[in-house]
């Protein structure tokens, strides 16, 4: 492929898109909101209630604390395994591009 971003046939290249630095900035940015839950419900004391909101409302509802804490260790696996794909396609694509 040249180097000038044309595929030999014509096609424009893939290259890197605004639209995926944005994702990537955005799970990292839910990342580190994510470990503060993590972090925050992890010093809890035993005794502590946590209430859950109901997602597009106003309304909470009481939870068990180790349910909570449990899904949100969960979500921030799931976000930190999305990032890390994201990243290991953008370098993917970066060697593509440079060969």
Same mark, same amino acid.
């Given at each position: 492929?040249?180097?000038?971003?044309?595929?030999?046939?014509?096609?424009?290249?893939?290259?890197?898109?605004?639209?995926?630095?944005?994702?990537? !900035?955005?799970?990292?940015?839910?990342?580190? %909101?994510? =470990?503060?839950?993590? $972090? @925050? +419900?992890?010093?809890?004391?035993?005794?502590?209630?946590?209430?859950?909101?109901?997602?597009?409302?106003?309304?909470?509802?009481? !939870?068990?604390?180790?349910?909570?804490?449990? %899904?949100? =260790?969960?979500?921030? $696996? @799931? +976000?930190?395994?999305?990032?890390?794909?994201?990243?290991?396609?953008?370098?993917?694509?970066?060697?593509?591009?440079?060969?």
């Amino acid at each position: 492929m040249p180097s000038s971003g044309v595929h030999a046939d014509g096609r424009a290249a893939p290259g890197p898109t605004h639209t995926s630095t944005a994702h990537a !900035e955005s799970l990292s940015s839910k990342i580190k %909101e994510q =470990k503060i839950i993590v $972090d @925050e +419900l992890s010093n809890l004391k035993k005794n502590r209630r946590v209430y859950k909101q109901q997602q597009n409302s106003n309304i909470f509802f009481l !939870e068990d604390r180790t349910k909570i804490f449990s %899904e949100s =260790k969960n979500t921030l $696996d @799931e +976000l930190k395994k999305e990032y890390q794909a994201l990243e290991t396609s953008e370098t993917t694509k970066v060697k593509t591009q440079s060969t």
